[in-house]
């Protein structure tokens, strides 16, 4: 039996095992749902079955076929583990809210028990005492010892937690329906009832975290190209060992929170050292701490301020609630060794606003958009420049000076990050990457 037939005859069991309403019960109900809507969600599986509701489901179709406006009724999808917590689920749920007699529980115990049901568990199901139970089902003749689940793995219920989505309308099942299988296995705990718009966060999350494991997984054996070089630990260790005057722009984003604020300033003493006379150090740094970043960095010799820069982000903002603002732009301090080299005077004027575009997060949560490093890259230095991020990432940089043909050495601390920025490197290189012209904010 397909995967689909087996969760269908599961779905049609659970439906089975509850007993219909009597006429007068399913005229109130009509009456009710005329005057006030259906109340309680009607429960779906994850493959788009009834489990509990096919009452309330026919009395709205009825009436909206005989001209009653209604609105939509709501819905909660929900993800089983198996065939067994499928039919446990809608039992439950009827059990709880109406009231059934006798003998209807002891057809439902019965059905039960020739599933393969312990009598003990169905007597937790439907409220009676284990004894009970056991009499109504001594003449069942056909007993299954396990619960066959919707993949064919023979094997008893679980009780891993999944996760249900709320949808008041057919369009929003319709979307729990797709995101359902996302959520399977998520890392981050995601169970319980959410919403589409949370279920649709989560279920990116996941994606996100599949993609960070295959990219730890492949990084440290995947080769990087011949003008890349990535280093694994701290910038400040690693700087130590760098040449003097040795690199052309450092452009990096450090962390933003108020503990690794004091990195800015070994950042710049870093960068007093190592970049060539007439060298750039473009760096993000907080809307908050503008200041004290550039002070920081300014106060070591011979780096000076030279302008700061407006990358604004058109595809989103971010909550400053602290600020009571929305944040539609991030500023990048732009400091140079010296005096500006006489090769980049030569060239056009640089913008200092550069519409950017929503980074892709997938492999970092703070990752940063490749369009203002093409652009400030592309300004700021020539083919065969050395570029360095100390705080590569995922190597949003380390691919902005790869696609211009400048050299790119990135550090990066975190061992998960280091390997992530490696396979994704490796994997652009061997693929190709055109370069892509970074837009400036006066361009359509």
Known sequence: MSDVAKVRSCAELAQALIPPLDAAVYAALKVDIAAHGVLVPVEYDEAGHVLDGRHRVRAWEELKAEGTRLPDYPRTVRAFTCDAERVEHAVRLNCARRHLTREQKQRIAATLREHGWTTRRIAGLVGADHSTVALWVRDVSKIRHVVTDTLGRRQPATKTRRPAIIATTLAEQRAALRLLPS??????????????????????????????????????????PRDVDLRHGDFRDVLRRFPKASVDLIFTDPPYLK??????????????????????????CPHYAIHHVIASMEGVQPLRLWWLFAVVHFGGQNRLPGAHVWGCWKPLAWLVHGT??????????????????????TLHDWAQSEVEARYYIEHLTTPGDMVLDPFCGSGTTLLAALALGRRAVGIEIDEATFQRARSRIAGVSRAGSPPIVGRRADDA
């Open 183 to 224: 959520l399977d296995g998520a890392s981050d705990g995601t169970a319980g009832v959410l919403t589409v718009r949370a279920a649709a966060k989560a279920a990116v999350r996941a994606d996100r975290e599949a993609a960070r494991r295959a990219a730890e997984q492949t990084g440290a054996t995947a080769p990087l």
């Open 259 to 284: 503990d690794n604020l004091p990195l800015y300033a070994d950042l710049g003493r870093a960068a007093a050292r190592i970049l060539k006379p007439g060298g750039s150090l473009v760096a993000y």
């Open 340 to 361: 500006l080299s006489a090769e980049v005077k030569k060239r056009e004027l640089i913008n200092d606003i550069v519409r950017s575009e929503p980074p892709d997060k």
